[in-house]
């Protein structure tokens, strides 16, 4: 056991017990987003039943996220002062809207969490057919082009860490680990991804990254029905304008993750 968790874990002897076991999880989720309940329970001690019960506060209170049985570091363990504003959001709607009012689709805005991609923000054309995204919702990284461009310019960590995880098979276009490696290399070397059924059968994505310091601080995606896109290249046109003004309209400075401060930069301890 570490030192640090040996410590948060005595403290539950002089104090609460339920107040130590909590933070000995949260200190545990923060350094490996994506860990099992039965990690950890034995990673800490604590009871599975226990744990199970803890982790459940936290998953209500926002601190972690549970996302096909594994548990997450959620928005509330973001370090104070970085939820400045004006938002990312309010800075990438413009953008947003414009992409979804010319292509007739749905433009979806997502950033990473840890392994995985949380929707900030959609924005649907009139008439448009509803997308399976919801603002808050949070998807696996290695699916779907609203999230693998984040992936593919993520650091080696977090690429490591998602490819030796599980790849659940939503439909039979989903990557596993050998294409997912070479979609990852392909999207570095285009700067985009369009996906086809990889999330949801007969839907098409097509997304790319939004970077700013070299580091991908957001992904902007344009979905819809595959039977209503047949050429790729306008919509790819619509995100890089949507990109690019939504880039000219950052602050500069050297914080690319000022939009995404749930990123601990912990991927140096996992």
């Known amino acids: 056991m570490d030192p640090q968790l040996q410590r948060i874990l005595e403290t539950g002897e002089e104090g609460s017990a339920i107040l130590s076991r909590g933070l ?15 990690e950890l329970s034995e990673q800490s001690g604590i009871p599975l039943a226990t744990t199970y019960r803890v982790v459940g506060q936290l998953v209500a209170a926002g601190f972690v996220v ?19 504003t004006p938002h990312l ?14 292509s007739g689709l749905t433009a979806v ?17 009139r008439g448009a057919q509803s997308a399976s995204f919801r603002i808050g919702e949070t998807r696996p990284l290695y699916a779907g082009a609203s999230a693998t461009p984040l992936l593919a310019f993520a650091k080696p960590d977090v690429i490591n860490r998602v490819l030796a995880g599980s790849l659940k098979r939503y439909t039979a276009q989903t990557p596993d680990e050998a294409t997912l490696r070479e979609k990852l290399e392909r999207v570095r070397a285009v700067g985009y991804d369009i996906t086809r ?26 979905v819809g029905p595959s039977s209503g896109i047949r050429e790729t290249e306008p919509y790819l046109a619509l995100l890089r304008e949507a990109a690019a003004e939504l ?17 601990l930069s912990t991927e140096d301890h996992s």
């Open 24 to 38: 000995a999880l949260l200190h545990l989720v923060s350094f490996a987003s994506g860990i099992s309940m039965r």
């Open 66 to 84: 549970e996302h096909e049985g594994l548990i997450h570091a959620g928005t509330r363990m973001a370090p104070a002062g970085t939820n400045e």
């Open 89 to 102: 959001v309010e800075f990438a709607r413009p953008s947003l809207h414009m992409a979804a009012m010319k």
């Open 109 to 125: 805005l997502t950033v990473r969490v840890h392994t995985l991609a949380l929707c900030l923000d959609v924005a649907a054309s």
């Open 197 to 222: 059924g990889e999330v949801q059968p007969l839907w098409t994505g097509i997304g790319l990254p939004v970077l700013q310091n070299n580091e991908p601080i957001c992904c902007l995606s344009l």
């Open 247 to 263: 880039a000219a309209s950052l602050p500069g400075g050297d914080r690319p993750h000022l939009w995404n401060p749930t990123d």
